[in-house]
């Protein structure tokens, strides 16, 4: 009965040891931002900022490339405000970022 009780105790330690050192590969891909020059936007991308935000200017633009997709970051801005717009690949309106909120340094 001993002999049989330090097998099963052999079998499960190696169970747990076994079960410890496997690998598990994690890759982090990290988003990469490109500057882009306004005049290398597609035209689907200027075209909807002429139509949908008039009066606006495109003050920045960049290319994002995070996990195999691509989106356009493109800032515009109409006097104090300014606007953050992401757009796909293909130029087609993905989302408004809200804006970040400024703060104010505070003199001690």
Request: hydrophobic share 45%; aromatic share 6%.
């Amino acid at each position: 009965m001993k002999k049989v009780l330090f097998v099963l105790v052999l079998m499960m330690a190696v169970v747990a040891v076994n079960a410890q050192t496997t690998k598990t590969t994690v890759t982090n891909a990290k988003s990469t931002r490109t500057s882009i020059k306004v005049a290398e936007l597609q035209k689907n991308i200027t075209d909807n900022i002429a139509n949908d935000y008039a009066g606006f200017t495109i003050k920045e633009a960049s290319s994002v490339t995070s996990k195999a997709s691509v989106t356009y970051d493109v800032v515009i801005t109409k006097g104090a405000i300014t606007e953050t717009l992401v757009y796909d690949k293909d130029g087609i309106f993905v989302k408004k970022l809200s804006p970040v909120a400024k703060h104010k340094s505070v003199k001690r």
